[in-house]
Each structure stands twice: as structure tokens, then as C-alpha cells.
């Protein structure tokens, strides 16, 4: 399964160049995420209230061309790894207009409790990730 997220570049989210600065990918990343459990029947805020959140423990991008204001662009996001204690989003980033790849990345999670220790993906949220990695 791959989720398709819609994001249409601020004018804040430039630097000097015209370009979209680069940390602002991640946060394109988080939206792909959100709207990726969404599509699976649950929310981050869920997760959380049930005492489990998912801290990044690694992320990487490789941008190919720059983003500019205005532009409308895809976010592209898929379930790479899955495990009971780590989980893993492949993410692309497409200019609506041309289709071009702007940028391409990657998170990494690791589920942990109100304690902030590791812990397992509680069954209910294991099985919808496991029916989207394999939709």
C-alpha cells in the first residue's frame, strides 16, 4: 500500500535561492505518515492516547530537484520494514505539475510507551500495518 499525501509549497517554507529549505522535507514526511494511518483506520493521536508514541530514530533524504513556492507536490509514502520494535517509511516526493521526483527519503520509528522505553506495537495497530505492507 502507498499512501498519496497533497502538499502545496508556502512561500515561508522557501530560503533566499526561491528553493523549499531542506528540513522542510521532513515535515512533508510527517503528513505522509499521518495520512498513511489514516488510510489504515487509525491516527498518530490514538496511538497516543493509548500510551504509545513513535519517535524517529533515523531519517535520510536525497533531494533531485528543488521545490519552489507554490508548487503542488505528492508525497508518496509506503511501508518499507515492519517489525514488533521498529518500523520503517519509504517516501516520494512528485511535482504535480511535471511528475518529476523532487526528493527521496526515509524514517525510521521505534515505538515506546508513556515511559519512553521501547516497547512492542500493541496488536490492533500491528495488524492494520500488516494488512497495509502487504496490500
Known amino acids: 500500500m502507498s499512501s498519496r499525501s497533497l502538499v502545496r509549497v508556502r512561500y515561508a517554507e522557501t530560503d533566499q535561492?526561491?528553493?523549499?529549505?531542506?528540513?522542510?522535507?521532513?515535515?512533508?514526511?510527517e503528513i505522509g505518515r499521518t495520512d498513511?494511518?489514516?488510510e489504515l483506520g487509525f491516527?498518530?493521536?490514538a496511538m497516543?492516547?493509548?500510551?504509545i508514541f513513535m519517535p524517529v530514530v533515523?531519517?535520510?533524504c536525497r533531494y533531485h530537484l528543488p521545490a519552489r513556492y507554490d508548487d503542488e507536490l505528492e508525497i508518496r509514502t509506503s511501508l518499507k520494514m515492519l517489525s514488533r520494535l521498529k518500523i520503517r517509511f519509504d517516501y516520494r516526493v512528485v511535482r504535480k505539475q511535471d511528475n518529476a521526483t523532487i526528493a527521496e527519503g526515509s524514517t525510521t520509528h521505534v515505538p515506546v510507551g508513556r515511559d519512553g522505553k521501547p516497547c512492542r506495537i500493541p496488536s490492533p495497530y500491528q495488524a492494520a500495518l500488516n494488512h497495509g505492507k502487504h496490500s
Open 43 to 45: 491516527t498518530y493521536k
Open 17 to 29: 535561492m526561491g528553493f523549499v529549505y531542506h528540513s522542510h522535507f521532513l515535515a512533508y514526511f
Open 58 to 60: 533515523e531519517c535520510a
Open 36 to 38: 498513511y494511518f489514516r
Open 48 to 51: 497516543e492516547a493509548d500510551g
